[in-house]
């Protein structure tokens, strides 16, 4: 199973992206999806979060800003950012939870660079 993710880049304040993640492999089901992201210096926290109900979870900071969407079918996460913030630079990393043949573990995807600068 891997997850490969896209979308990252250099943007302006104020500006969009839109992060997608898709995981790969013999899958049986997928329960959360999510993203994360890591400033330099900083500890890797949870941005946001889809449950496989499609129920979501923001971190304070992106509420209004970042939506979280996931397609079941086609096993994808994707994160669309709007009013991006210099303070949301950071590598972004999807993350999954998977039932597969070795059983219900977590996933993470490579890193994405986000970086905001006008």
């Known amino acids: 199973v891997q997850l490969q993710a896209s979308g990252g880049g250099l943007v302006q304040p104020g500006g969009s992206l839109r992060l997608s993640c898709a995981a790969s492999?013999?899958?049986?089901?997928?329960?959360?999806m999510g993203w994360y992201r890591q400033a330099p210096g900083k500890q890797r926290e949870l941005v946001a979060s889809?449950?496989?109900?499609?129920?979501?979870n923001n971190v304070h900071s992106v509420k209004g800003r970042f939506t979280i969407s996931r397609d079941s079918a086609k096993n994808t996460v994707n994160l669309q950012m709007n009013s991006l913030k210099p303070e949301d630079t950071a590598v972004y990393y999807c993350?999954?939870?998977?039932?597969?043949?070795?059983?219900?573990?977590?996933?993470w995807g490579h890193g994405t660079q986000v970086t905001v600068s006008s």
């Open positions: 889809i449950n496989s109900g499609g129920s979501t």
């Open positions: 492999g013999t899958i049986f089901s997928i329960n959360a």
């Open positions: 993350n999954a939870e998977i039932f597969g043949p070795a059983g219900l573990l977590t996933y």
